[in-house]
């Protein structure tokens, strides 16, 4: 696949899951459609859009003018921005807001946002009267190709990253990657990790496409959407065998254990977005593959070249304010990894690769391994 990609009219991936199987959509200028499809899967339902305040600057207006446009009638909620709003404290204001909307179970919630957005008005939407359906309509690269999709939501707490939450799938997903185009540079990035994140865990030939063509998706020529459905393909598949991560839907953490662990140690701050974590996450876990002779260190070393190419940090020093204590403490991100929802009975669990394009789930990873790993990793010169 090259750069002869043209944008085309809307693709449909479609996530299995039996009776609560849904449609995710992907292609240019879909939020228009917002209305219309919300009509024809539930006719009569109301809406309440839950949003940030950036995203509403932008959107707000056309998503309500849509659904306006198909007689349907909506509320708005406008929360805070960054992963400081998925606390207890904005769980419940989102929650308050949409009982005084008088959204009742056969309503919708919709989801206009980033993967924050996502995850804090799906987990609202899953415990307001005991469960009422949402639609994500994800308006970062992140969301389009990670999080809106797979049904994960939930809320941070002070000891971790997505402590508390709920599987709760949502009945539709519309990827309108023309909204990408008012991102950050920094913000696009930061989703782009996660899309390179498909190719490192199982797709050797995508992650090579990647290498090619990266610079066209950054563009937003039609290699974005290719991109964006093929990773969509990609998770889809993985959650429709393991809806609730069992066994294989793991993988999809690639790079998490460590990134998630970071951003506690930045305080969930814009000092590291979500994607920049996971990136130096993944090269850290291809690393340590590698010093584990599952890959050579030439693979590591192109999953690293890759990221920094994309313009992503890729290691523990390129993160903003890397002296200040907890990001230079071995033994302090150990107890943060420690906290990491694949921790069973105490034991670390990693999503290591034995083959660039595969991804394997290893139980039981020595900790002391781990800690010289890292205190290897964080005396390491830039």
């Not at 304010?321 to 990491?340: I, K, N, R």
């Amino acid at each position: 696949m090259t750069a002869t990609l043209k944008h085309s009219d809307a693709i449909t991936v479609d996530v299995a899951l039996g009776d609560r199987a849904y449609d995710i959509i992907i292609g240019r200028d879909m939020l228009a459609s917002l209305g219309a499809r919300v009509a024809a899967l539930r006719p009569g339902a109301r809406t309440a859009i839950v949003t940030d305040r950036t995203v509403a600057k932008h959107w707000l207006e056309k998503a309500e003018a849509s659904l306006a446009a198909a007689g349907i009638a909506t509320a708005r909620v406008i929360v805070d921005e960054g992963e400081g709003a998925k606390t207890y404290a904005g769980l419940e204001r989102v929650s308050e807001a949409l009982i005084a909307a008088r959204i009742e179970r056969n309503d919708l919630v919709i989801a206009l946002g980033g993967g924050v957005v996502g995850d804090l008005a799906g987990f609202a939407a899953a415990i307001l009267r005991r469960g009422v359906d949402f639609v994500q309509v994800p308006t970062s690269l992140l969301a389009q190709v990670d999080s809106s999709v797979g049904g994960k939501t939930g809320i941070n707490s002070p000891q971790g990253k997505n402590l508390l939450g709920a599987f709760h799938q949502p009945v539709l997903v519309i990827a309108d990657t023309a909204v990408l185009d008012t991102l950050s540079p920094r913000q696009f990035r930061a989703g782009y990790a996660e899309v390179a994140k498909y190719g490192v865990l199982g797709d050797e030939a995508f992650f090579t496409w990647l290498e090619k063509n990266h610079a066209d998706l950054f563009k937003g020529s039609a290699a974005r959407e290719y991109a964006v459905a093929t990773s969509c393909r990609a998770k889809a598949a993985i959650v429709s065998r393991d809806e609730r991560e069992t066994g294989e839907r793991a993988l999809l953490n690639l790079g998490h254990t460590f990134g998630h662990a970071l951003e506690a140690a930045t305080g969930f701050s814009d000092r590291l977005f979500h994607g920049e974590g996971v990136a130096i996450g993944m090269v850290l876990a291809a690393e340590l593959s590698a010093e584990l002779g599952m890959i050579s260190g030439q693979d590591a070393a192109r999953v690293q070249r890759h990221l920094a190419d994309a313009g992503l940090p890729t290691h523990l020093q390129d993160i903003a304010g890397f002296a200040q204590e907890g990001l230079t403490d071995a033994d302090a991100l150990m107890t943060l990894m420690a906290q990491d929802k694949k921790v069973k009975r105490g034991k670390l669990t990693f999503i290591l690769l034995e083959a660039l394009g595969r991804a394997v789930i290893v139980p039981d990873v020595e900790p002391a391994l781990v800690r010289d790993f890292l205190k290897e990793k964080l005396a390491r010169k830039k």
